[in-house]
């Protein structure tokens, strides 16, 4: 499994997509710290500074894009045979790609906070990260926080567009429905709340579940959702984990 897992990891940073992924976020990154250095009263530089500058994001499409691909290029490319051959079952195969994903997209966040504390430090050192924003969080807690319950969220779509790119075997074909599903995943989001408001029993649908960032600061919004912090944080949780188990057995019956 470790093999697999540091093969995964080796040929997601030795694509050169990886690397001008990254080149493209810095610039973004202080692209928009720079214009909340000349416009703060447009783009203020606390609330820049808790979005990354942005690259949180630019992020999601990223990792939509590394979901869509990692699977169905091997079937594109038919290096998928390779490996089977190598007898490593089709279980191994796909959970190391899951956890490649999960490292991946952990080494993202991890570089995204870096990044925006030394912006941060270096444009704006008189944003005060110890600022209290109220219900118990700081300006640096709660972008932790919010990262933390974003990317719960984000693997919920990611978890969908793992088990989507099983029906495809061009990646371009699966990144371009995995973008646009999340488009269409963040509208129906909104129109999700008017509907629990409406019929109640409707709180359990996993769109609803995308709120738990927002609600984490803006306590609130449990009268959108009509669903706890921990309702939420689980329902996340059940939901990645079905659709991670009905891809894995998609992927367990694929025609190779």
């Known amino acids: 499994m470790m093999i697999l897992i540091r093969q995964e990891l080796f040929k997601l940073f030795k694509k050169h ?3 001008i992924s990254l080149i ?6 202080i692209g928009f710290a720079v214009m909340a250095k000349i416009h703060p009263d447009v783009f203020n530089p606390q609330e820049t500074y ?3 500058y942005y690259a949180t994001t630019l992020l999601v499409f990223y990792l939509i894009a590394a979901s869509s691909s990692i699977i169905t290029m091997e ?3 038919g290096t998928i045979k390779n490996l089977l051959y190598r007898e490593y079952s089709r279980g191994k195969i796909i959970i190391s790609k899951w956890i490649t994903l999960l490292v991946y997209s952990i080494a993202w966040l991890v570089w995204i906070n870096i990044s925006s504390l030394l912006i941060k430090f270096i444009l704006f050192p008189k944003v005060d990260l110890g600022a209290n924003l109220g219900h118990g969080y700081t300006v640096l807690t709660s972008t932790i926080v919010v990262d933390l319950a974003n990317l719960l969220t984000v693997w919920l779509i990611l ?3 793992i088990l989507l790119s099983n029906l495809f075997k061009n990646s371009a074909a699966a990144i371009s ?4 599903g999340s488009f269409v995943t963040n509208i129906m989001s909104g129109m999700s709340a008017q509907l629990v408001i409406k019929w109640p029993w409707l709180k359990w649908n996993p769109l609803n579940m995308l ?4 609600q984490i600061l803006s306590p609130s919004e449990i009268h959108l959702t009509r669903l706890t912090l921990t309702q939420l944080f689980s329902g996340n949780l059940v939901y990645i984990v079905l659709i991670l ?3 894995y057995l998609v992927f367990q019956h694929r025609t190779v």
């Open 50 to 52: 808790t979005t990354g």
């Open 24 to 29: 493209v976020m810095m610039v973004i990154q």
């Open 17 to 19: 997509s990886t690397w």
């Open 211 to 214: 709120q738990y960032p927002d």
């Open 75 to 77: 079937f594109q490319y």
């Open 245 to 247: 188990a009905a891809g």
């Open 177 to 180: 429905v995995g973008i646009i």
């Open 159 to 161: 978890s969908i567009v």
